[in-house]
């Protein structure tokens, strides 16, 4: 019977492989704890009554214990990567079109992608100038002129 556990325990592992829910690495878990107790203790009488047993509490106790620290655990470090719009902030670009907010016109070249753009104090900014990516509003890059060095 410890097989049939630890065939079970390799498989809710193939499934939890292609899940990203963190539910059946559990029920892994306690089936692969159970088919050890099992294996160790089967010519004692721990028969199937008590193994199915083990099985349930093992899998409630880790479920319910563990699942929110390790769900925290890996949402915190996917938090602290940068979306695509972050890393665009503070690079610099060219201007493509030039940029007047009155009219809602102008473009600006940053890391390869040209976006629609306005100036931040609403002066207009002339094409081939050098500006600064500040922020988006809507879809559009909220650019400065670069400061001259």
């Not at 079970?8 to 193939?14: E, M, Q, R, Y």
């Not at 319910?64 to 503070?90: D, H, M, P, W």
């Not at 609403?122 to 500006?131: A, F, R, Y």
């Amino acid at each position: 019977m410890a097989w049939i556990w630890l065939a079970l325990a390799i498989g809710l592992l193939v499934v939890e492989a292609m899940s990203v829910q963190l539910v059946c690495v559990w029920f892994s878990i306690s089936a692969l704890v159970t088919s050890l107790v099992t294996l160790a203790f089967e010519n004692l009488g721990f028969g199937i009554p008590w193994q199915l047993i083990l099985f349930a509490v093992l899998s409630v106790v880790l479920f319910v214990c563990t699942r929110k620290l390790v769900k925290r655990f890996l949402t915190r470090k996917s938090n602290a990567q940068k979306t695509n719009l972050e890393l665009y902030i503070g690079k610099e670009g060219v201007v493509t079109e030039d940029i007047d907010n009155i009219k809602g016109q102008g473009a600006v070249k940053v890391g390869g992608l040209v976006w629609s753009a306005q100036s931040i104090d609403g002066n207009p900014i002339k094409k081939d100038e050098i500006v600064i990516f500040k922020e988006v509003n809507g879809n559009k890059a909220v650019v400065e002129p670069k400061k001259g060095e």
